[in-house]
């Protein structure tokens, strides 16, 4: 019997002996800069909730720690080594997670960081970790359900505005991460709005590499800044999400709706929306998800590309919201994304679905300046267009990314995407054209109606190795597209011109029906080698083969009998129109090798180096059978330098040279009679353009009086420039246009942009900002046979002011004056020279008894110009009333006002050229609007649910 006590003793000591011993943490020690690995580095385990010693060791010879023993709970991991700055990180032991591992741990020497951490007891609410800045998610309060875009919103060095756009440390932020992952694609917003803030662990802001340079280690230039979240491991188990419903007067509504489920490494997501309002999704990028248009084939560094020019009403309305007219938004998306063994395998899907339909009327004012004498009413015609618009698109993407870790020195991505569009789009012009005496030139009415589908497939397989020598790898990198745009419609014109006396001079009616399609298969094929010759100096060598097979089929019917009723009955429409027709095939075959140098030292990094691509394309015009075969070399040489003072202070020049081809629209031999009034001829004959690019930058940030510092800027200069030859009829008004190549002449361009952002104490700490911008431009285009030089430059400050005090207020300011100028050459007399003044802003204020009221809303004026005599001006703004209700505020009923005072007008004024443009357009104003908000979580065995 007590032999039998004896071993049930036993059991119990040893199982909980196996049950401390099973909690353990590892990782290593090493100098951020020097990479050298740091040995004896002292390594203390405390106990989060009092800091007192749970357990301590020091590192090998190799920097590596192992640390066994430590039982479940929460803990502090304290790293400390003479002259370096200490490295503090919280960590928790469980059940679920038995072992931390830390990987390697990048520490700093002291005198590199005079001002770069802040430690608050044992917890850093900031550490800065090698290129990384990471913000401690529990060293700053936010209010009951907020989400993670209130959390950034108080950290140093972030700014977010009212639409959600982020600037980090002087830049705009791409991309928001989940635990390194994307989420929902590239809008940060689905994350900053969507999550939760009292989820997050950690915020990491770091300039992310391109894949590319990632693997290899070795700087490509492609850096954006971005944020990840990292999340509370009890927070990864459970679902959340919110629901909005609001309707307001003048029939204006908006639903939404997100729900996200979370489970360990797996996470599913979706949402919907449904608006009026201008709202089109959850982000303030979502407007930009419904984007299409008529495609073109462009040639772009010796490869070809698909890109939309939105310029030919045939083809297809743009289909974006900007403002113009009154839109109605249906959208919605599931998300996916899991990992398993051991994280070897990932992978990320999504699935998004839209339709976006915008009716609206626009008048276009445009002062159309010939060559001559001002005095000359000839020389000037003053356009005034009326123009009513019904757009419609339906769009459909699905994406996914596998990645499989195949060992320690291999891995292989796969990334598949499709979309499919369809686009509808009714335009009705009514067009009155005067001399410049007030004489009547031409009147115009037209109409088209246009529908369209494209359907878009890419693919693509990345594959990289490290070979046996550190720094020696080898990747190759496969990419396959397919686009199929296809687009019919009715054009419709009635013009008549008329002569000095009034009389009719001529009269044109253009009924017609047409037919586009675009199809383009692409395939790009790139092997990158790396070899280092020291631990400072290597060299990458690329090599690769481009496929490219395209096709522009565009063919004009008339009916066999003229018909001025407008009938759009297809059949009708039997008589091709052989000056409006033609059916072009490009084939394209590219080589392209290079060699690019990179050299890293201390804080120097220097890349220099060149691509060259040898390029054949086969040109067939298939209505004549005419071919046209073209061989071109094109060069791009590249260099950059980069001086990092500190971990938050650096300088970066860059060069870079390229070929641009013409595209498909301005070769193409064949008329564009969209406009009847303005012609557009393809030039076969054209050129490729060759633009110089230098831009420098510098970037300062201190973290202890949260200043950053940044300016940037870039100038270029084109060589052969491809430029627009205008042909304007005096007595008619009518217009011929063609690109053609400009010999001679060197179009430039530039922008600099600068500002400085800093924390001032005296006035409570309020984040206070002074921005200064400018931009220009030199271009050419030849009128009537002369040449037109114009230059153009805008100039604009900025001073803004934010802060933030939690459950109290928080507001945001920007206010300053704009001023552009624009001269032509051949009418320096006549321009649209003018001033400005611009301001927007946002308060929210904290009211007892859970209410909170606000206020967004910007000021904007323009003063009067000699091409526009008028002023213009409009200041918005918005208010609401909220309350929440339940101890977690999760229900809120707000009340709000769009638009208070009723101003808000569609408006733009624009020059180009020896043309000057004014619009006004339908827009939204003001309304008012009841809801209901309801936040639901249930997240780590917590729910808020009431």
């Given amino acids: 019997m007590k032999l039998s006590y004896l071993l049930l003793l036993l059991c119990l000591i040893t199982s909980v002996s196996f049950a401390q011993t099973g909690y353990s943490v590892r990782g290593s020690v090493a100098d951020t800069v020097a990479n050298v690995k740091l040995a004896n580095t002292s390594i203390s385990v405390l106990n989060a909730k009092d800091s007192t010693l749970r357990k301590f060791t020091r590192a090998g010879a190799d920097g590596s720690f192992t640390m066994n023993g430590l039982g479940k709970g929460k803990f502090i991991l304290l790293v400390t080594y003479p002259k370096y700055a200490d490295y503090v990180e919280e960590f928790t032991l469980d059940s679920v997670k038995t072992t931390h591992n ?37 060293s700053f309060t936010v209010q009951a359900n907020a989400k993670v875009e209130d959390l950034l919103k108080q950290l140093p060095g972030i700014q977010i505005d009212k639409d959600g756009k982020i600037t980090a440390q002087g830049q705009t932020v791409n991309k928001v991460l989940v635990d390194g992952e994307e989420f929902f694609g590239d809008d940060p917003t689905l994350v900053t709005k969507n999550l939760r803030a009292d989820m997050v662990d950690k915020v990491q802001l770091y300039d992310k590499a391109s894949d590319q340079a990632a693997f290899t280690g070795i700087d490509d230039g492609q850096k954006s800044k971005t944020i990840n979240i990292k999340l509370k491991e009890d927070k990864k188990n459970g679902y959340f999400g919110k629901a909005d419903v609001g309707v307001g007067t003048k029939d204006f509504y908006q639903a939404q709706v997100a729900v996200n489920k979370f489970a360990g490494k797996e996470k599913m997501s979706a949402y919907g929306t449904l608006a009026n309002t201008g709202k089109t999704g959850l982000g303030w990028e979502d407007s930009n998800k419904f984007g299409t248009s008529g495609s073109n084939v462009e040639f772009v560094d010796g490869g070809i590309s698909i890109y939309s020019n939105g310029g030919d009403d045939i083809e297809g309305w743009g289909g974006r919201y900007d403002g113009e007219g009154i839109p109605v938004a249906r959208a919605g998306g599931v998300h996916y994304d899991n990992k398993w063994g051991t994280d070897k395998q990932t992978i990320n899907g999504n699935y998004k679905i839209g339709s976006l339909t915008v009716n609206g009327d626009r008048n276009n004012q445009s002062q159309n300046n010939l060559p001559g004498s001002q005095t000359n009413s000839a020389s000037i015609i003053n356009t005034n267009t009326d123009q009513r618009f019904n757009n419609y698109i339906f769009r459909q993407k699905a994406d996914a990314t596998y990645n499989y870790k195949i060992d320690s020195t291999s891995n292989i991505k796969l990334s598949v995407d499709g979309t499919f569009k369809n686009v509808e789009s009714n335009n009705t012009n009514v067009t009155r054209g005067e001399r410049g005496n007030g004489q009547l030139i031409n009147t115009e009415d037209r109409n088209t109606d246009s529908k369209g589908d494209e359907k878009t497939f890419n693919f693509s397989a990345f594959y990289t190795k490290k070979l046996k020598k550190a720094g020696r790898t080898l990747s190759v990198n496969l990419t396959q597209s397919l686009d199929q745009n296809n687009n019919n419609g009715f054009l419709y014109s009635n013009i008549e011109a008329f002569d000095t006396l009034g009389v009719s001079s001529r009269k044109q009616l253009t009924d017609q029906y047409k037919i586009n399609k675009v199809e383009t298969s692409i395939f790009n094929s790139n092997i990158t080698y790396t070899e280092p010759f020291s631990k400072s100096f290597s060299l990458v060598a690329n090599y690769g083969i481009g496929v490219s097979n395209s096709t522009a089929d565009r063919r004009t019917f008339s009916p066999a009998v003229a018909n001025p009723g407008r009938n759009q ?4 429409y039997n008589t091709l129109v052989d000056s409006l027709t033609n059916n072009y095939r490009l084939d394209q075959l590219t080589n392209q090798g290079g060699l690019v140098f990179n050299y890293k030292k201390d804080k120097t990094t220097i890349n220099f180096g060149t691509k060259v691509a040898a390029v054949r394309f086969e040109q067939l015009n ?65 050129t490729p353009s060759f633009t110089n690019r230098f831009s420098i930058s510098y970037n300062s940030y201190k973290v202890l009086s949260n200043r950053s510092i940044y300016i940037s800027g870039s100038y270029s200069l084109t060589s052969n420039p491809i430029v627009s030859n205008v042909s304007t009829n005096r007595n008619t008004g009518f217009t011929t246009s063609q690109s053609v190549n400009l010999t001679g002449e060197t179009p430039t361009n530039f922008y600099v942009y600068s500002g400085i952002n800093s924390k001032i104490k005296f006035l409570g700490g309020i984040s206070a900002g002074i921005g200064a911008n400018t931009n220009g431009s030199t271009y050419f285009n030849m009128v009537n046979g002369a040449l037109n030089r114009t230059r153009s430059n805008s100039y604009s400050a900025t001073i803004n002011l934010q802060k933030y005090k939690e459950k109290k207020f928080d507001l945001y300011a920007n206010i300053g004056p704009t001023y552009n100028y624009s001269v032509s050459s051949l009418n320096p007399e006549i321009n649209n020279n003018g001033g400005g003044f611009t301001t927007n802003h946002s308060f929210n204020y904290y009211l007892p008894g859970k209410f909170q009221i606000g206020t967004d809303g910007n000021y904007e004026y323009r003063a009067p110009t000699k091409s526009f005599d008028q002023k213009f001006s409009r200041f918005l703004v918005n208010a609401y009333v909220q309350k929440a209700f339940f101890k977690s505020e999760s229900l809120k009923i707000k009340a709000n006002v769009n638009d208070i005072f009723n101003q808000n007008k569609g408006f733009d004024r624009s020059a180009s050229g020896n043309l000057i443009t004014q619009s006004s357009y339908t827009t939204i104003k003001r309304y008012f609007m009841l809801s209901i908000v ?11 649910i009431k």
């Fill in 934 to 944: 309801y936040d639901f979580s249930k997240m780590g065995g917590s729910s808020d």
């Fill in 569 to 572: 009955d297809q059949a009708l």
């Fill in 622 to 686: 298939k209505i004549n059978n005419r071919e046209f075969d073209r061989n071109f070399v094109n060069w791009n040489p590249q260099a950059s330098y980069q001086y990092r003072f500190s971990q938050q202070k650096s300088f970066r020049f860059n060069y870079n040279g390229s070929t641009r081809q013409p595209t498909i629209d301005q070769i193409q031999p064949i008329i564009n009679n969209t406009n009847p009034l303005y012609l557009v001829v393809g030039n076969p004959n054209l």
């Fill in 102 to 138: 830390f990987g390697r741990i990048s520490v700093i020497l002291k005198s590199r960081l005079l001002e770069g951490v802040i430690v608050k007891g044992t917890r850093a609410a900031i550490k800065i970790k090698g290129d990384t800045t990471e913000f401690n998610a529990s």
